[in-house]
């Protein structure tokens, strides 16, 4: 675990999985607002900070169990309040069914109370605007600080070229969202597994660059015939490490279908 100090902000860098780490995770800890709380296989090096920390609101960008998983903890333990998209309000009430190799890669997502995004979130030096921005999720949010030019942008980033996609990412949604936050007059982001991107905005407009040019290859080839076998041979030939590790939840094939889907 790693503590890293940026502004006034405290930034926390974990290995989602103690034992497999070939994941970080990020937390943003910013005047009293945490932006995601961790996954839950992390409590015990968790907890004893999230003590220490004067929590008085927590920002879910998303439901997955990595950016959500402690915020049952948190809900238990901590007098705070918990926001998140709207759409993601009856999700986060129930317990989490996932797979079990993601139960025991990052633990459960236990059942937590959490309220709607208001349409700002004011801490006592900043404000921070949620922004609906669907693509990796269908309750995806990014958070926009304007005045330091901050967007916090959950899993929207990662990285500029992604070849694999889970079967719920949506080509399109995606690039509908950069298109929206790109407008935004911001410099700096911070994504849930990479950490600060301190030229952002330009990897941003990278990755719309590039998400572009795939749909319309794959579109492309989809409407000459092709099937998605030779699609994903044509534009992405090399097998990529998440397909294995992810036991195939994460595909080229998942993104080359979602590129026509819709
Ligand atoms: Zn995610």
Redesign the pocket.
Known sequence: MERILFDDMEIIKITVNPIFPMMDVYLYFIDGLLVDTGPSIRKRNLMPLLKTWDIRQVAIT?H?E??AGLARWIDKHVSTEIFCHKNMVAVAHKNAHLPWYRTLFSGPRLAFNARPYPEVIRTYKYEFYPIDTPG??FDHVCLFEPYKGWLFT??LYITPYPKVFLKEESMLSYINSIQKIIKLDYKTIFC?HEGVIENGKEMMERKLQYLQKIRKDVINLHKLGYNDRTIVKKIFPDRVKLETASFGSFSRRNLVRSCYRE
């Open positions: 998303h997955h990595d950016h990796h999720t959950g899993d849930g």
